[in-house]
T-cell receptor, first 115, second 117 residues
């Protein structure tokens, strides 16, 4: 099992450009999440999904969109990148509604720089 | 408000000494509590969790954590630190009334553990 994978690993964008980050998991997890990690701020939830075809806003959703067309994939889009979106982005997944199995599994991250 | 606090940005400990990384939370109800570790340029790895039952939970790499409901704390501990334990540690909490049944977590800001040889 590959677990949770993310592409690309690194990306540099210019202000105003768009891009899509792809997250894939092969653990048949129902729930998937996108976080951003910034120094001194821990991880903050951008968007999440509790199943194929459903998405919801997290703590810091502005400037991002997501889609979950297939259960195993969760896409994060930046329509018009801004320097404030320079960050490391992590995808995670977990089983659904399984309290004893509530831990999330994380991908390796995507380091995004917006100039 | 629901929150998670890791009061120390950095913890320094000598190899072979015991280590403690602190985590406190504020919430009503019974939270699920987690510890994750992040090595440089890597994603977060799950270490251990408390859901219910025994207040002392054991996890990967010899780590353990103690849930203290009266102090609303979930400190991470290890009896004898290794240089290879040096990493960034995150406490996370799933609150029972935060977003319903979505397994959403709130993360602390992280504590950098530095183990000196």
């Amino acid at each position: 099992n590959a677990g949770v994978t993310q592409t690309p690993k690194f990306r540099v964008l210019k202000t105003g450009q768009s891009m899509t980050l792809l997250c894939a998991q092969d653990m048949n997890h129902e729930y998937m999440y996108w976080y951003r990690q910034d120094p001194g701020m821990g991880l903050r939830l951008i968007h999440y999904s509790v199943g194929e075809g459903t998405t919801a806003k997290g703590e810091v959703p502005d400037g991002y969109n997501v889609s979950r067309l297939k259960k195993q994939n969760f896409l994060l889009g930046l329509e018009s990148a801004a320097p404030s979106q320079t960050s490391v982005y992590f995808c995670a997944s977990s089983f659904g509604l399984a309290g004893a199995l509530a831990e999330q599994f994380f991908g390796p991250g995507t380091r995004l720089t917006v100039l | 408000a629901q929150s998670v606090a890791q009061p120390e940005d950095q913890v320094n400990v000598a190899e072979g000494n015991p280590l403690t990384v602190k985590c406190t939370y504020s919430v009503s109800g019974n939270p699920y509590l987690f510890w994750y570790v992040q090595y440089p340029n890597r994603g977060l790895q799950f270490l251990l969790k408390y859901i219910t039952g025994d207040n002392l939970v054991k996890g990967s790499y010899g780590f353990e954590a103690e849930f203290n409901k009266s102090q609303t704390s979930f400190h991470l501990k290890k009896p004898s630190a290794l240089v290879s334990d040096s990493a960034l540690y995150f406490c996370a909490v799933r609150f029972p009334n935060y977003g319903g049944a979505t397994n959403k977590l709130i993360f602390g800001t992280g504590t950098l553990l530095a183990v000196q040889p």
